[in-house]
C-alpha cells in the first residue's frame, strides 16, 4: 500500500481544514488507518485511528471534538477534518497504516510522506 497525504496549510486559529490520505493498492479496505503528526523535537504523536470498515474510530483526547476521522473504501482515501483549529496543532500530518486498530505507531506498517499544517494565532 502506498499513501499519499494531501490538505495541509497555513490557517488562522480558529479555523478548518481537511486532510486526505490516497492510497494505492486494493487492499486498502482491508487495513485500519491512522493518522499522526509530529512536530519539530517532538516524538510523532497518534491523533486519531478509523477500522477497515469504518465503524469504528478513536481520537485523541487533544483532538476530541474538534477533529473527525473517516474513510471512504470506494475512493480508496482517508480523511481528518480538523475544525476549531489551535496553533498547538501545528504539526506535520501522517497518514498510516496497519493491520491493527491501535494508538502505537509500531504497529503501523506503511506510512504516507507527510504534509505541513501550521495554525497562526
Known amino acids: 500500500v502506498q499513501l499519499q497525504a494531501s490538505g495541509g496549510g497555513l490557517v488562522q486559529a480558529g479555523g478548518s481544514l481537511r486532510l486526505s490520505c490516497a492510497a494505492s493498492?486494493?487492499?486498502?479496505?482491508?487495513?485500519?488507518m491512522g493518522w499522526f503528526r509530529q512536530t519539530p523535537g517532538k516524538e510523532r504523536e497518534f491523533v486519531a485511528a478509523i477500522s477497515w470498515s469504518g465503524s469504528g474510530t478513536v481520537h485523541a483526547d487533544s483532538v476530541k471534538g474538534r477533529f473527525t476521522i473517516s474513510r471512504d473504501n470506494a475512493k480508496n482515501t482517508v480523511y481528518l477534518q480538523m475544525n476549531s483549529l489551535k496553533p498547538e496543532d501545528t504539526a506535520v500530518y501522517y497518514c498510516?497504516?496497519?493491520?491493527?486498530?491501535?494508538?502505537?505507531?509500531?504497529?503501523?506498517?506503511?506510512w504516507g510522506q507527510g504534509t505541513q499544517v501550521t495554525v497562526s494565532s
Open positions: 493498492g486494493r487492499s486498502f479496505s482491508s487495513y485500519h
Open positions: 498510516a497504516a496497519g493491520r491493527v486498530l491501535v494508538r502505537a505507531q509500531d504497529k503501523y506498517d506503511y
